[in-house]
C-alpha cells in the first residue's frame, strides 16, 4: 500500500469510516478462462492489517503489507488460484474454476491493525458456467403441414455447461417428454461442455387451422437460469380444401383463410414459401 496515499486519505479523513467501497465478481465464470474478481477499499483514518479473500468458508488469498511475501494464495476445492496482486486501495484475485456448474460465495474482508483488528466484509455469488454460442436449432420442420402427418423434429442446442435441458412446446404449451424421448446429451468437449439435442414426434391435429408454432427451449439449471430458444411455423392446410378445389376449378369459392386463396392462385409451394419467409 502507497504510504503517502494512506497519509493523504488519513490527513483529508471526514469520517473515520474504514470499507469496502467497490467488490466486483462476475455473476458467470466460464470455466474455459480465469475469473477476475477485484476488492476496492476504503481505510480512513485507520491502518491497514490485511485484505483476504475467501471462497465460500475456505480463504484463498491474504495481502498483509508487514510480511514478506506480502501475498499468499491458497488452492482450494473448487478452484485454482492463479494469481493476485494489490494495489492503491485495490486487491485483485485470478481464479480458474473447475469444470462443474456450481455457484459459490466469494468475500472480500479487510481488517484494521491490532489492537482491535476491526474488520469489515462484502460477499457476492459468481456462478460457474459456460454459455451456449447459439440458438437451438429445429431440424425437421416442414412449412406446410396436413392433419394427420407424422412429423419428427429434432431440436438440437449449443455446447454448454452445464448441458442444456430441452423443452418442446406447441402453440405455448409445454409437451411432456415421452419416457424414450429425453434430452440426448454429447460427448464432453474441454471444459465440461457438452450440446445436447431432444427429439419431439408430432402428430398434427385435425382440430387445428391456421398454423402450428414450434417453440424449443434450451435451458441451463443454474441459478439464475440461462434460457435460448427459436421457433418455427407450420403452416397447415387441409385435404377437403384442397379437393374441393380440384374439383370446382373456376368456380367462385370463398375461403376465410388467406393461405388457402394463394393456393387457388397457382404454385401453392412458391406462393406460400414467398409469404412465410
Ligand atoms: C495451485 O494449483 C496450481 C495447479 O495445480 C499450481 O500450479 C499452483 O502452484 C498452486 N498454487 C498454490 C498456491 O498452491
Ligand atoms: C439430432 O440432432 C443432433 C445434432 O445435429 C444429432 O447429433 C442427433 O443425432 C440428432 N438425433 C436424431 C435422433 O436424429
Avoid at 396436413?146 to 409437451?175: H, R, T
Wanted: glycine share 4%; with cysteine; charged share 20%.
Amino acid at each position: 500500500m502507497n504510504m503517502k496515499l494512506l497519509t493523504l486519505i488519513a490527513l483529508c479523513a471526514v469520517t473515520s469510516a474504514y470499507k469496502i467501497t467497490q467488490l466486483k465478481v462476475p455473476l458467470y465464470a466460464d470455466p474455459r478462462r480465469a475469473a477476475e474478481l477485484s476488492c476496492q477499499f476504503e481505510m480512513n483514518d485507520h491502518r491497514l492489517h490485511s485484505v483476504k479473500w475467501y471462497r465460500d468458508l475456505n480463504e484463498i488469498f491474504r495481502y498483509n503489507p508487514s510480511q514478506k511475501p506480502t501475498i499468499r494464495l491458497f488452492n482450494v476445492t473448487g478452484v485454482i488460484v492463479e494469481g493476485g496482486e494489490c494495489e492503491g486501495g485495490c486487491c485483485m484475485v485470478r481464479v480458474m474454476p473447475t469444470p462443474v456448474a456450481t455457484r459459490a460465495a466469494y468475500s472480500c474482508e479487510i481488517s484494521t491493525e491490532g489492537p482491535k483488528f476491526l474488520i469489515a466484509r462484502e460477499t457476492k455469488l459468481m456462478t460457474v458456467v459456460a454459455m451456449p454460442d447459439k440458438d437451438p436449432v429445429i431440424y425437421g420442420a416442414p412449412k406446410l403441414a396436413k392433419p394427420g402427418d407424422q412429423i419428427v423434429l429434432n431440436c438440437s442446442s449449443d455446447y454448454s455447461l452445464p448441458a442444456s435441458d430441452i423443452n418442446w412446446y406447441i402453440n405455448d404449451e409445454l409437451q411432456k417428454p415421452e419416457l424414450w424421448h429425453r434430452t440426448e446429451l454429447s460427448a464432453v468437449q474441454s471444459g465440461g461442455l457438452r450440446a445436447s439435442w431432444r427429439i419431439l414426434r408430432l402428430s398434427v391435429p385435425s382440430d387445428v387451422t391456421g398454423a402450428l408454432r414450434v417453440r424449443c427451449e434450451a435451458v441451463l439449471s443454474v441459478e439464475p437460469p440461462v434460457i435460448r430458444e427459436t421457433s418455427v411455423l407450420m403452416t397447415l392446410f387441409s385435404r377437403t380444401h384442397l379437393s374441393k378445389y380440384v374439383s370446382n376449378r373456376g368456380a367462385r369459392i370463398v375461403y376465410q383463410d388467406l393461405m388457402l386463396v394463394s393456393v387457388i392462385l397457382s404454385n401453392v409451394n412458391m406462393i406460400l414459401s414467398v409469404i412465410l419467409s
